[in-house]
């Protein structure tokens, strides 16, 4: 069997400190025979020199371009926009197959280069369960985010914090109101991570999963003040929101979190926005009266990075460790060729891992 070449890559995002893979976990990688080489990277939230002392070899931001062919290029969001041709296998968040601004161009230059795309939210057991996943704390997050606002008391720009920090902010203050909140999907892991939450902000969340969104009371949506969308779908659904409701004069919705931000995929459940929001301005105003602010930030983890890091890298390292085609693997490379055979993109033979 040939060694396993991982390289851990430097993200390009200046508000991405996360890492897939956290330097207890490289220890056990390099200990289990894995080369691992790891981006110097100083928004990383683990200093780089925790990872030499694991056992790995350090290099320059940004030299993945150079890596030797054999190296599994391993990171979590978008890529630089150079080079035009991929020649490696890269593991990360790739947003390109359900149709995503940006996904067939991503594609084309995988099928250029020759290289291949294994999409960390395709990486699935036999019963199509993400193996690793950072929803708990995306939805942990974003519901804080929106009790903050929501109480008007969400300070910007967004900065990287702890969970104690942040759950001392959630603690209802003298004279906070009561209201009525709503977590759908509450039954995932982002879900899961709302209500928790907003049970640490003292709120009592009404909770709607396939069940309650199979026959949508619409009604029952707009009479909650804050809601905190968790559901990623993958086909046509009846939105949960739409430009009428935002229109309607009864309305007591007035904070939405968009844990999911599917913005762009004809899948979307919220398509009454177009952009995603982030940390120097983590909330536009969708509607002015009846009042609407949407929260929608893609990388909310990453203001947890410690934490939401050492829970993905756990998860992710036992796969990692049994990294081929085969299996989990090999259902998610599947995937990466079908999508490119339905755009078209089949130019030249697609090279297997």
């Known amino acids: 069997m040939t060694e396993l070449h991982l390289w851990l890559r430097h993200e390009t995002r200046t508000t991405e400190r996360r890492t897939p893979i956290v330097p207890s976990d490289a220890r056990r990688l390099v200990r289990d025979g894995v080369t691992l080489t790891v981006e110097d990277s100083p928004q990383r939230v683990f200093p780089t020199g925790e990872y030499e002392e694991a056992g790995c070899r350090v290099v320059e931001a940004g030299s993945w ?24 296998r890269h593991v990360f968040f790739g947003h390109a197959y359900k149709a995503q601004p940006g996904a067939e161009a991503l594609l084309r230059r995988f099928v250029a280069g020759g290289g291949s795309l294994f999409d960390l939210e395709y990486l699935v057991d036999d019963n199509g369960r993400r193996l690793a996943a950072f929803g708990y704390w995306a939805g942990y997050v974003g519901a804080a985010l929106a009790v903050l606002h929501h ?18 902010e959630l603690q209802p203050a003298p004279g906070d109101a009561e209201f009525a909140s709503l977590v759908i999907g509450a039954l995932g892991r982002s879900g899961r991570g709302a209500r928790v939450a907003l049970a640490e902000a003292g709120l009592d969340p009404t909770c709607w999963d396939l069940a309650e969104t199979r026959d949508l009371d619409r009604q029952a949506l707009l009479d ?8 990623l779908t993958t086909g046509p659904s009846t939105p949960f929101l739409t430009d009428k409701d935002l229109d309607e004069p009864a309305r007591r919705l007035r904070t939405v979190c968009d844990v999911t931000c599917d913005v762009g995929s004809p899948y979307n459940v919220l398509p009454v926005y177009d952009t995603v929001t982030d940390w120097t301005d983590p909330v536009r105003s969708l509607h ?23 829970d993905f890298s756990a998860a992710l390292t036992p796969q990692l460790l049994e990294f081929g085609v085969a299996g989990a693997w090999g259902r998610d490379l599947d995937r990466f060729h079908e999508t490119c055979r339905e755009l078209g993109l089949t130019r030249g033979e697609l090279r297997d891992a």
């Open 65 to 88: 371009v150079d890596a030797p062919a054999d190296a599994v290029i391993v990171g979590l969001k978008e890529l630089p926009d150079g080079p035009a041709e991929l020649r490696h």
């Open 151 to 168: 109480r008007g008391r969400l300070s910007a720009p967004l900065r990287p914090t702890s969970k104690e920090e942040l759950d001392a």
């Open 224 to 231: 909650h003040e804050l809601m905190v969308n968790t559901v």
């Open 288 to 310: 002015e009266e009846p009042a609407l602010d949407l929260i929608a930030i893609d990388n909310l983890p990453s203001l947890l990075p410690k934490e939401a890091s050492t």
